[in-house]
């Protein structure tokens, strides 16, 4: 069996992924082919004995074809040369050419032995969620603290989920950081050891094919592909292939062709170079030709040369993206003053009042200041009317029986941009003087709402998202603007003069 077959038969078995955004193959329709020319001759016999495996790869894609599997169009898969000047020139330059990333293995570094696989493929893990929609600058500060902290899945299993969000503050999409703790305590409670294939790796909580086969490869030297944002790139532009890159049967002929090329001796390192071509060479709009390693086999290249108005940057085709909902949201920043902990203790200072957003949704879990969404623009007042209810439902905060307003203040608004919402923040100050005690008000949780009350010290140490932040940093702004307002120095400086 040639090498390219093998690669391409050990990726038939793909299973569809729940949660990646460039997913493997899905089940195959005759409207997904990818034929450019329908078939008018018969099929070829395939002589007896000959198992499926000793096909050719182009011979296997035009079986699949003629049976209504979607497949790549048997011109763009790649020839039997070209897998390998591929392969040889995409190593080749790798190793002279690699970023030194903490996640990578070190230079003529030798992972022998389970335990030292076991570091590295959680290491991996680790790395790749936290690159999902992240650069990579930003990334390694966070991966370095990280297994700084925990250092293994058996350590990170230990972990609170609020801990983790600790960790993963600032670095968004915080879904991935439950499903790295989840996926932890999964297989610390499964004791069967660390996933080491691509099929054991997608049973874990929150990996889809594209981390399995990072994992898989990287680590454990699986000889399995990867596509990602980079990837597919690369490929849309060796290839010139001009379909939607997000449409299914497109997204299932990257696989294959992805599928073709990954060496069989070094799969990994085969996988990150063209991952690191896409982030450093082929990239979306300033691609550098000249210092590609491939750009002889190029199609997109070749084009451009031919016909100048069809730049490489063509390729892959531009999606347009879905317009983000507008949203608004009320946040009213309460700040308790005198605040006592239990009947006995009394804590000097002032405390804030933070709720824990819902287990499910956006944000899941993470703590905010209290906040009510709206479906429009909404003045002070309005804000005010749907803003004091909730507080009084969820907190028992009721001016009229268990506090007073020492000081209330509209400070600002300012907008939040999720990747499907252009959140719009309006920040209310509302600083109180409780007239009981804390238990009074709030004997217990509700079951609805997890709250806390915690001072600025721990407010600052605690995993807030940058939108958290944004609003406690507004507030804190504003008082500081007060203050110096009210100064000596600047009283004087407004009285006027005689």
């Given amino acids: 069996m040639r ?12 299973e569809i992924p729940t949660s990646q955004t460039f997913m493997a193959p899905l089940p195959a329709t005759k409207e997904a082919t990818f034929s450019k020319k329908p078939q008018t001759s018969k099929p070829k016999k395939v002589m007896k004995g000959r198992k499926r495996n000793d096909l050719p790869a182009a011979e296997v894609a035009k079986e699949d074809e003629q049976k209504g599997v979607a497949v790549a169009d048997i011109e763009d898969l790649f020839s039997e040369g070209e897998t390998r000047e591929i392969r040889e020139s995409m190593l080749e330059w790798y190793d002279c050419n690699h970023r030194k990333l903490p996640w990578r293995r070190k230079e003529a570094e030798e992972i022998v032995g389970e335990e030292e696989k076991v570091k590295r493929a959680y290491g991996v893990w680790v790395s790749e969620v936290m ?5 990579v600058q930003t990334v390694v500060d966070y991966y370095n603290r990280w297994m700084a902290k925990w250092p293994t899945v058996e350590l990170l299993a230990q972990a609170s989920l609020e801990e983790v969000n600790e960790m993963w503050a600032g670095l968004g999409y915080y879904r991935r950081a439950r499903f790295l703790l989840e996926g932890a305590k999964m297989i610390v409670d499964e004791g069967d050891g660390f996933p080491s294939t691509v099929a054991s790796l997608r049973k874990v909580s929150g990996i889809g094919n594209y981390t ?3 994992i898989a490869s990287i680590a454990f030297n699986e000889v399995v592909p990867v596509v990602d944002g980079n990837v597919i790139r690369v490929l849309a532009r060796l290839r010139a292939i001009s379909a939607n890159p997000k449409d299914a049967a497109t997204v299932k002929t990257f696989w294959k062709l992805a599928a073709q090329l990954v060496d069989v001796h070094r799969p990994g390192d085969f996988n990150q170079s063209l991952m690191e071509l896409g982030a450093t060479v082929c990239t979306p709009l300033n691609p550098t030709c000249s210092s590609c390693p491939v750009s002889s086999h190029c199609r997109a290249l070749i084009t451009s040369k031919q016909d100048n108005s069809i730049p490489v940057t063509d390729y892959p085709t531009k999606v347009m993206k879905a317009k983000p909902r507008n949203e608004y949201s009320a946040v009213c920043v309460v700040e308790i003053l005198g605040y006592q902990e239990t009947r006995k203790k009394e804590v000097s200072g002032s405390h804030f009042l933070l709720v824990k957003r819902p287990e ?8 905010e200041f209290p906040s009510v969404l709206m479906d429009k623009e909404a003045d002070l007042i309005r804000r005010r009317e749907v ?24 400070v600002g608004e300012f907008v939040h941009i999720f990747s499907h919402i252009r959140l719009k923040v309006y920040v209310e100050l509302l600083v109180i003087q409780l007239t009981g005690e804390m238990s009074d008000i709030l004997p ?34 504003f008082k500081q603007s007060k203050i110096t307002m009210n100064s000596p120095t600047e009283r004087k400086l407004k009285k006027p003069r005689k």
Avoid at 3 to 14: I, N, P, R, T
Avoid at 360 to 367: D, Q
Wanted: proline share 2%; charged share 30%.
């Fill in 3 to 14: 090498v390219c077959d093998l690669a391409v038969c050990q990726f038939s078995g793909f």
């Fill in 131 to 135: 690159l999902q929609q992240t650069r």
């Fill in 212 to 214: 399995a086969g990072a």
């Fill in 360 to 367: 499910e949704g956006l944000l899941a879990g993470l703590w």
């Fill in 387 to 410: 803003t004091d209810p909730f507080l009084k439902k969820s907190f028992g905060l009721d001016p009229k029986r268990s506090y007073k307003v020492i000081e209330r203040e509209d």
């Fill in 444 to 477: 217990e949780q509700k079951k609805e709402v997890s709250w806390k009350c915690v001072d600025s010290k721990a407010l600052s140490g605690l995993g807030l998202t940058t939108g958290v932040k944004k609003v406690y940093l507004m507030v804190q702004k």
